[in-house]
């Protein structure tokens, strides 16, 4: 792999091997085989999930089925993050495949929102764009997009279309070259053991007097408890898609290419495994 | 853009220069002398220095400046002696110039300067009009003056050869002294100023300056007869005045402007190519009438002044119908000094604190730029000339500046000033007042006025300004570089370029960068190496050991939908609106597949054209200069020379539609990424790059892969040739002659996304001339008129007087091109022309000569405008030679180490053998000059290291025992074209040699083996072909015109030579590809 365009590639094609199991406490007719799916990392789950209710409605009553929702090991995951997101906040070191649990009954109010339908996950995936591209340009680019253009990038990520969607996502990931970059980089810091559910601040690419911003920069500013010193063995791990970038990489770099289709920058710090 | 240079001049007369490139100033080390001003082109640099004399410094290039100096030698046939030097009394000197009127023995050349030495001694020259003499260069004829021959004849009653030596310019890189004498002696009075300009008054090849110069009773001198050959002119001619001068400046081109002592200003007119001193002056008031100007600073279409309280003056109106302008219109800033320089960019230095600033914003439609902008940059030697600081400021303890300014006075080279010594300080208008409590001071500049003043008591004043700055003060004095003059004339900079000369955080750490382009530092970086590691582990670790998993989306079809005109099938042609689909689908193996859809409306009845997109070859954008147009072609619409041609509303929905077309053919062939090191590479004749990657089968015998069926996606740039080899190195030449190198990037112009990397894309600019002819006929009663008969051709035409092209009407050739001039008479058209650019004719259409005689009733001119375009691709400027042709040997080295031969011609002509090119460094180091008689005009390597090469007589050249010990060879030998044949072009391959003629046939060299290898004849092998080009395993590739399609006869067609075997190097018959795209020439591999 030489060139970045394969980065891009490489993101949208991430898949997760996940064993689809349904919660013992739940009432079928027979017993439920698991159910195994590759799943998109930068898809959403209740998105890519029709499959796995298809095959646990085929031995279950209808009156016995409510909204569908999953969990790993105990904790319940949220739809409106990434695939990817969840799996690196919550099973990074954990065996293959991802065993995800199902639920049809007992919907957690408190730590869920609903989806009721697949046009709930648009409105959410289009307000994260629209969100992006406010830090970016000012929302410009996605003002001066039309209707269509706003479907083709939904239809794409629905339809695992990559060149349909990066026909469209590039012109979010354009800047004016004098700037050397987006005005604020999108990007949201996921803590396992904090309450707060991320951390999100305004963060420019390049500094006032011109020196580019590397992820480094960026922790030591929001999270800096994230980079460990020289003298103590790492605490915690920073990771995209599956991947701990070095610190010095530049941050405009980093949201052009390691950014979800939502165009946000999504970094978990994850505590290191202690082996 | 190419590494240019801006000078400057600090208070201490120290000459520095700064790189577009660089971060410091960098001194000027061989400069002995302090120096007043500086006066820089791209070529050179002349300056003032202390002693008054003038200096010149020619920067040295990989071509040296060389001179032919030719003579003849003439002899008679006698009974007695046979033919000998005794010639009759009525006949011409035995040694004499070609016509026979001046005698030229051998010892009455001398070499013009002590800057030049002689190449080698006098030699016979055998080439006679592109053919070998033999026989010692003698050519024959019956009498002086007559035509001659190269063979003896029964009449032969006089012979006479040429001999020519060369000479060689020997001072580059350094301060030569120019001696300051004008036609009628040594000049009386020191010189005060000086600017260099007029180099785009007269076409480029001859490379002539204009040379302007003040003295210090304010008389100006024009420096005669600078060019190319003779970058320090002949001499000094004064031109008369209607005052006494102070200062002058000189543009690019015909624009002149001078300060008069009381403050107005003047213009010179009247400049044109036959006269660049121009006939007279115009007198222009001050911008203000209190104040007058004390400086003025011109370029192409601007002039900038200062006036004496420092203000910045910028005048209105300036064009060349008017060299006077409308008005001034003040400016915001206080400058001492204001300079401009190439493309009208604008430096100045400022009053209050003595930088040097450069005006942002300045473009060719806001010529008055935005806003100054300091240049904060370090200088290279700021320790140590710190350290000489503070030792001089022991003689010069209690000296200040900038207020308190005190001068302490040097010691000049110059001993026959009156002051004796202590030389006086002169700067103008910069300091008000200076404290003359330095006892050595003598003289005291106090601007301009003051100077005039001194001028008039000490004659000889001297000028060197060298302030000292104390170094009590508190912070360094050098903290802060003190600058007194700046030229920007061949600072090669617009309002694009990205310049570090604003930002000194960054400045030390990275001072040069390297010039090898291979690979970017940022592609190598380890962070990028982490993530690409990282990510191929991650798709290991989670995706290889469960690939039989489900996939959790299923894949469908995707339609973008659009409107469009189409270029329809039938008669009449014309353009009609119809819809375009594009219908893209997941094919079995994974790969992306599509269909596009054109629905149109024939007679009320709705219809649909398709095309698959795994069986589209090419999409080309075409110019068209008022819609935005590209064909689409297929196998089958090739052999019809008949595309689908369609026209997008928007430049930008045309470029979205490309795109997304480019890469959908990609993907459906499975291409990816950058060209393959094997890939074919062409330009079409509107500069677009294509790239073919070659599959196998393209070679096999006996059916290999037809033309029509290659598929070509576009790669950006702007180029009119490109050469490539099996190795992956790649340069093109563009139409302004820039060289560019393929960086291994992909994308770039409309390719966007996807189809594009985001390193190693860089901008690219090309510049062309749009031509259009004037055209008159001669009548009886007023002479030529614009005025012709009914039957005859537009007034104002294209080339072929069928298009009525006018001035005002001629559009550039697509609306991504922009006029950069004005329209201009156009000298350099072949067949010569007048002074007034004319060309005459018996009637029109027929060959035109640049005299006219009794027989011609019409007559035309060329007028050219120059355009240029703006994009962006995979190409890195080779700076600074422009080309006309290149070659790269076709295979060869295997290690990324091993120097790969790269010849190329000049655009002036010359051979050059570039050094250190390499996989690594595909760009190479520099050039090595391989000497020629003559102006060479096309040169091939072949795979065994064979160069062939054509001279612009017509005759070929094979060079000598080119090995990789000697990669420029040894020697030329002089190879016969085809009988009354010029040639044109050559391409080498492994063991065959192919030329084309002017008259478009191709030639196949015969008889070449080892042990002979320039051959023994030439064989004819087919007409109507534009360009050859052989492969290294021999394979013939033309361009050719004339191939029949479906429509009409189609013009530059790639055609592939049949039957090309061991045995049978020249083939049998050719298979005609793409076109009529008029793709011209690469280098297949």
């Known amino acids: 792999m030489a060139d970045d365009k394969d980065v891009l590639r490489d993101v949208w094609f991430g898949r997760i091997p996940t064993c689809f199991t349904l919660y013992q406490d739940e009432i079928t007719e027979r017993e439920a085989e698991p159910f195994y799916l590759l799943l998109p990392r930068v898809s ?24 569908m929702w999953f969990d790993f090991e105990g904790t319940p995951l949220k739809w409106h993050y990434p695939i990817g997101l969840l799996f690196d906040l919550h ?11 199902v639920h049809f009954k007992n919907f957690p109010e408190r730590d869920l929102l609903h989806c009721p339908s697949n046009s709930v996950i648009e409105a959410h995936f289009m307000s994260s764009i629209k969100e992006a591209d406010a830090l970016k340009h000012k929302s410009q680019v996605i003002n001066d997009m039309q209707k269509k253009d706003h479907k083709q990038l939904w239809m794409g990520l629905q339809n695992d279309k990559f060149d349909q969607f990066w026909a469209m996502n590039r012109k979010l990931m354009e800047y004016p070259t004098e700037e050397g970059g987006f005005r604020y980089i999108p990007f949201r810091i996921y803590l396992t053991m904090s309450d707060r559910p991320f951390i999100q601040k305004l963060f420019r690419p390049i500094s006032s007097d011109g020196y580019t911003h590397t992820l480094g920069d960026l922790l030591k500013e929001v999270y800096p408890m994230a980079i460990s010193s020289d003298d103590e063995s790492k605490r915690y791990q920073v990771v995209i898609h599956g991947i701990e970038p070095l610190l010095e990489t530049p941050l405009q770099w980093l949201s052009e290419h390691l950014s979800h289709p939502d165009n946000f920058l999504h970094i978990s710090v994850i505590p290191a495994p202690s082996d | 853009m190419p590494v240019s240079l801006l000078w400057a001049v600090d208070v201490y007369g120290r000459v520095y220069s700064l790189s577009t490139r660089g971060q410091q100033w960098e001194q000027c080390r061989d400069a002995v002398l302090e120096f007043k001003r500086v006066t820089a082109v791209q070529q050179c640099c002349w300056g003032i220095a ?10 040295s290039s990989d071509v040296p400046i060389r001179y032919q100096e030719e003579t003849f030698e003439n002899q008679r046939w006698n009974p007695l002696d046979n033919f000998s030097d005794r010639l009759l009394p009525s006949d011409r000197w035995q040694w004499s110039n070609i016509t026979g009127l001046e005698h030229q023995p051998l010892d009455s050349f001398f070499l013009p300067s002590s800057n030049w030495e002689w190449e080698g001694d006098w030699y016979i020259d055998e080439n006679f009009g592109g053919e070998p003499t033999e026989k010692e260069g003698w050519t024959y004829a019956i009498d002086f003056p007559a035509t001659y021959t190269k063979d003896k004849k029964w009449n032969s009653c006089v012979r006479r050869r040429r001999w020519i030596r060369y000479r060689r310019y020997k001072a580059t890189d350094t301060w030569a002294k120019i001696p300051s004498e004008g036609h009628s002696g040594p000049l009386p009075d020191p010189f005060n100023d000086i600017s260099c300009g007029g180099w785009e008054i007269s076409e480029e090849p001859r490379g002539r300056l204009s040379l302007w110069a003040v003295s210090l009773q304010g008389k100006v001198w024009f420096r005669e007869g600078i060019h190319h050959h003779s970058p320090e002119g002949d001499g000094w001619e004064e031109v008369s005045l209607p005052g006494e001068v102070v200062q002058i400046s000189c543009g690019p081109g015909d624009l002149v402007w001078a300060v008069l002592w009381e403050g107005q200003l003047i213009v010179r007119e009247g400049i044109t190519r036959d006269c660049p001193r121009g006939s007279s002056w115009v007198v222009v008031d001050s911008p203000n009438p209190e104040a ?21 003056w910028y005048r209105r109106g300036i064009n060349s119908y008017n060299p006077r302008g409308s008005g001034w219109i003040g400016m915001i800033g206080e400058m001492v000094m204001i300079n401009v320089g190439l493309n009208d960019q604008v430096w100045g230095i400022s009053c209050e604190d003595r930088a040097v600033y ?34 001089s400021s022991l003689h010069s303890a209690g000296c200040f500046f900038s207020g308190e300014v005190r001068a302490q006075s040097v010691m000049s080279e110059d001993s026959d000033t009156k002051n004796g010594p202590q030389r006086a300080v002169l700067e103008e208008a910069s300091l008000r007042e200076a404290d003359a409590k330095s006892p ?39 903290e802060h570089p003190l600058w007194a003059w700046v030229s920007g004339g061949g600072c090669g900079v617009d309002c694009h370029s990205q310049l570090n000369w604003f930002n000194s955080a960054t400045a030390l750490s990275s001072s040069v960068q390297s010039m090898s382009l291979s690979i970017s530092p940022a592609q190598t970086a380890a962070w990028r190496k982490q993530i690409f590691e990282q990510l191929s582990e991650r798709s290991k670790r989670e995706m290889d050991n469960f690939k039989h998993y489900e996939q959790a989306i299923e894949q469908s079809v995707w339609v973008k939908k659009g409107t469009m005109q189409w270029w329809r099938d039938w008669k009449p042609h014309k353009w009609v609106d119809v819809r375009f689909a594009l219908e893209q689908f997941s094919g079995p193996e994974g790969n992306q597949d599509g269909i596009l859809f054109l629905y149109y409306n024939f007679n009320e009845e709705k219809k649909y054209l398709h095309a698959f997109i795994n069986e589209v070859t090419i999409l080309v954008p075409v110019l068209n200069d008022s819609k935005h147009t590209f064909a689409i072609y297929t196998a089958e619409r090739t052999k019809q020379r008949w595309p689908i041609r369609l026209a997008a509303a928007t430049e930008l929905e045309m470029h979205d539609w490309l795109a997304l077309l480019s890469v959908s053919c990609c993907d459906s062939r499975g291409i990816q990424g950058p060209p393959s090191k094997q890939a074919l590479w062409s330009v079409t004749c509107k500069g677009d790059v294509f790239v073919c990657e070659p599959s196998p089968s393209l070679e096999t015998c006996p059916y290999p892969t037809p033309c029509d069926q290659m598929f070509w996606h576009q790669v950006g740039g702007h180029l009119r040739l490109v050469e490539s080899n099996s190795l992956g190195v790649v340069w093109g030449v563009g139409y302004d002659h820039t060289v560019w190198v393929y960086t291994g990037g992909y994308g770039g112009g409309f390719l966007q996304g996807l189809a594009r990397s985001t390193d190693n894309i860089y901008t690219q600019t090309d510049v062309k001339c749009v031509y259009i002819y004037e055209n008159q006929r001669w009548n009886p009663v007023t002479g030529y008129t614009n005025r012709g008969l009914p039957t005859d051709r537009y007034m104002w035409s294209d ?42 004719a018996a009637d029109f259409p027929t060959s035109y000569h640049g005299h006219k005689t009794l027989k011609d009733f019409v007559r035309r001119r060329r007028w050219a405008r120059k355009c240029k375009l703006t994009t962006t691709g995979p190409w890195q400027e080779v700076p600074p030679i422009p080309l006309s042709d290149v070659t790269i040997i076709p295979c060869g080295a295997q290690s990324i180490v091993e120097p790969i031969p790269l010849w190329a011609i000049s655009n002036k002509g010359d051979v050059l053998c570039r050094l250190g090119v390499t996989l690594l460094t595909p760009a190479g180091t520099s050039w090595l000059h391989v000497g020629t008689d003559q102006p060479f005009k096309s040169i091939s390597i072949g795979g065994a290291s064979q160069v062939w090469a054509i001279a612009r007589d017509g005759s070929a050249f094979y060079r000598g025992s080119v090995t990789a010990q000697s990669p420029s060879g040894d020697c030329w030998y002089h190879i016969p074209s085809p009988v009354r044949q010029k040639l044109q072009q050559v391409s080498v391959g492994r063991t065959s040699v192919y030329t084309v003629d002017q008259h478009g046939n191709l030639w196949f060299r015969q008889g070449l083996t080892p042990s002979c290898p320039q051959g023994s004849s030439w064989e004819h092998i087919s007409n109507n072909v534009r360009k050859v080009s052989v492969g290294p395993l021999d394979q013939v590739w033309i361009i050719a015109d004339k191939v029949q399609g479906s429509h009409s006869l189609s013009c530059g067609t790639v055609c592939h030579r049949l039957g090309v075997q061991p045995m049978e190097p020249k083939g049998q018959s050719w298979d005609y590809g793409i076109g009529p795209t008029h793709v011209t020439g690469s280098r297949h591999t």
């Open chain 2, 50 to 59: 202390c002693d008054h004399h003038i200096y010149l410094n020619v920067h």
């Open chain 2, 292 to 312: 007058g100007a004390i400086h003025v600073a011109v370029g192409d279409n601007v002039v900038w002044a200062v006036t004496k309280d420092n203000k910045v």
């Open chain 2, 799 to 840: 080339a072929t007087g069928l298009q009525e092209c006018t001035k005002a009407n001629t559009k550039p050739p697509s609306p991504h091109w922009t006029w950069v001039a004005d329209w201009a008479i156009d000298y350099g058209i072949s067949g010569g022309t007048d002074r007034e650019g004319w060309q005459y």
């Open chain 2, 358 to 391: 450069f005006r942002q914003g300045v473009t060719s439609s806001e010529l008055s730029g935005k806003a100054w902008k300091a240049v904060n940059v370090p200088r290279d030697g700021d320790i140590r000339s710190h350290s000489s600081a503070s030792s």
């Open chain 2, 440 to 478: 050595p001071l003598t003289h005291l500049a106090v601007g301009p006025a003051g100077v005039r003043g001194d001028a008039a008591d000490t004659c000889s004043l001297s000028s060197v300004a060298t302030y000292t700055l104390c170094q009590e003060e508190p912070y360094g004095a050098d």
């Open chain 1, 91 to 101: 099973a990074s070191n954990t065996a293959l495949p991802w065993s995800i649990t």
């Open chain 1, 44 to 67: 959403y789950l209740t998105l890519v999930t029709d499959k796995v209710k298809k095959h646990f409605l085929k031995v279950m009553k209808a009156e016995d089925v409510e909204e």
